[in-house]
């Protein structure tokens, strides 16, 4: 048993040099995790062709249900793609296709552009400034909450109970921020479905019906709602984020994409590998006993899948900890892999690269102006909440 807690807050900031550890001495890990509500036990997989099987592994229940077991939160917000398996996956997933289309998320693109030159316009006047809290934030929560059609008087409040929800701060606030969403996406669902048809992607949703005539329950509309809300930007501020601080930290891979912009979607590629957004996978459980890199696991037992930790496997990337923007980054577990792939990834893509694209042209002199800080707490999400930079 390896108590990760033991890591202390240099763990949180930096986690490969633990995770190269346990690399060297196998893919497959039992752990305790630096929680902040219980000391939770679990198996950790840090191989990259280790955790690329698992992902896809379809012993490896998303349901706790299948273990006879319930969370409270899962209750709340409603069942969703996040804690589901097929035939249940395959429904939501189809019914969610029929309106998060391809077509729909590559015509978000020229607004994206526009809230991000009206961030830059009203940021780049002053200076300086916190890049998560003036860019790397309002960018995809603004145009999420657009997508799904929440108020603009909403999103404050929402914003503080998303953070709370994917990187709490204690057992309580994260129950707290749960009962707070899970009131307020039923009461948005209800208000758009009383108002009447609308263009936004929550109004599509309610309205949407399969042929065999299926549609989602009030529970499924509101656990939709939860994933697409929370996923659709948490992730991608710390993608953001995470490339000018990869950049900033490496000036010459800087230089390199400043002289060629055509290096800007590998750019994105590595950093999604080399600092990806998602440090671990949520949870899964094994319905039934299996094997996992030589390692036996028991019927019940919890599993986590290293995103992270299986992106600076050596044996994947050779010197996995170099960022390289003319990698072959390609095959990274970033988004997921299988069935559960990141519903997402187009538009984080999209908003990446013109958030990126944008902050360096009207920046040529972009520099940090002070140590990132405030790495977000557990073991989900991988980022900081503050970034100095000035120009």
């Known amino acids: ?221 509101r656990g939709m709602a939860f994933v697409l809300l929370i996923a659709g930007h948490e992730t991608t501020v710390n993608l953001i984020a995470g490339a000018v601080r990869a950049l900033l930290a490496h000036p010459d891979q800087l230089a390199a994409l400043r002289a060629d912009m055509t290096l800007l979607d590998a750019t994105i590629e590595e950093t999604l590998r080399y600092e990806g957004p998602v440090e671990n996978a949520t949870f899964r459980y094994a319905a039934e006993p299996l094997d996992i890199g030589g390692t036996a696991i028991a019927s019940g037992e919890a599993v986590m899948i290293g995103l992270t930790a299986a992106d600076r496997d050596g044996v994947r990337y050779p010197a996995p900890d170099r960022f390289d923007i003319r990698r072959e980054a390609r095959g990274h577990l970033a988004f997921g892999h299988g069935i559960h792939y990141c519903l997402g990834a187009p538009l984080a893509r999209i908003e990446a690269r013109v958030a990126l694209r944008s902050l360096l042209e009207r920046c040529p002199d972009l520099a940090l102006d002070g140590p990132p800080s405030g790495w977000l707490p557990g073991m989900l999400m991988r980022g900081v909440r503050r970034m100095p930079v000035r120009w």
């Open 1 to 221: 048993m390896i108590d990760l807690g033991e890591y202390g807050a240099r763990f949180t900031e930096d986690p490969h040099p633990v995770y190269a550890e346990l690399r060297a001495l196998g893919p497959v890990h039992r752990v305790r995790l630096p929680s902040p509500d219980a000391r939770h036990e679990t198996w950790l997989v840090v191989g990259y062709e280790e955790a690329r099987a698992a992902l896809a592994d379809p012993r490896l229940a998303k349901d706790a249900e299948k273990i006879g077991v319930t969370f409270l939160d899962e209750e709340l917000i409603g069942k969703h793609l996040l804690v589901a398996d097929p035939p249940r996956h395959t429904r939501l997933r189809a019914l969610i296709a029929r309106e998060f289309t391809p077509r729909r998320v590559a015509a978000l693109r020229p607004r994206v552009q526009e809230i991000t030159d009206e961030l830059l316009d009203a940021m780049l006047p002053r200076g300086r400034a916190d890049l998560v809290e003036t860019f790397a934030y309002p960018l995809p929560l603004t145009v999420i909450c657009e997508l799904l059609g929440v108020p603009e008087v909403d999103r404050a409040a929402f914003r503080a109970m998303s953070t709370e929800a994917v990187a709490p701060t204690s057992a309580e606030s994260e129950h707290a921020a749960f009962v707070q969403l899970s009131a307020y996406l039923g009461d948005l669902i209800e208000d758009k479905r009383s108002a009447g048809p609308a263009d936004d992607l929550l109004s599509g949703l309610i309205r949407t019906t399969a042929e065999d005539g299926d549609r989602l329950s009030p529970q499924e509309l």
